[in-house]
């Protein structure tokens, strides 16, 4: 095409291509605040757990059990979910291993409780 010539689909104005550009641009500081524990599907962002994630949320179980006035800090996932804004469903399932198993499979354990969200919270409200 020339210089002159419209590079526009038909049908597309110039209105739609900078409303694209917005939306590529709000694309990109969404994929920017991804965790690592994340991941992108239809623009939307799907978070995985981690091991670290997991053992913050039973110290803050076992720091409210044991009466202590501060919570433990947040590992630097959680950190970064915060800086993004994130709020997600949450639940905790606590399982106790049984008298006499030996492995940590669900038929060696019985639960002892669970605690958690089903609507979306702030992540540092857990």
């Keep these: 095409m020339g210089k002159n010539e419209n590079s526009n689909p038909v049908g597309r ?17 969404s994929l920017a ?3 690592r524990n994340g991941a992108v599907s239809n623009g939307s ?8 994630m997991c053992a913050w949320a039973f ?6 059990l044991e009466g202590h006035p501060k919570r433990p800090p947040p590992p630097v996932s959680v ?8 709020s997600c469903p949450a639940f905790v399932t606590w399982m106790k291993q049984r ?7 669900r038929e060696d ?6 605690i958690g969200s089903l ?7 857990l």
């Design 13 to 29: 104005g110039q209105d739609e291509d900078v409303e694209d550009q917005d939306e590529e641009q709000k694309t990109k500081v």
């Design 33 to 35: 605040c991804t965790p």
């Design 59 to 64: 110290d803050i179980l076992i720091a409210h």
């Design 109 to 114: 354990a019985d639960l002892r409780g669970c």
């Design 45 to 52: 962002l799907v978070l995985r757990a981690e091991e670290e």
């Design 119 to 125: 609507s979306p919270i702030p992540i540092m409200e």
């Design 79 to 86: 950190v970064r979910l915060k800086e993004c804004g994130v």
């Design 99 to 105: 008298k006499g198993a030996v492995g940590f499979s």
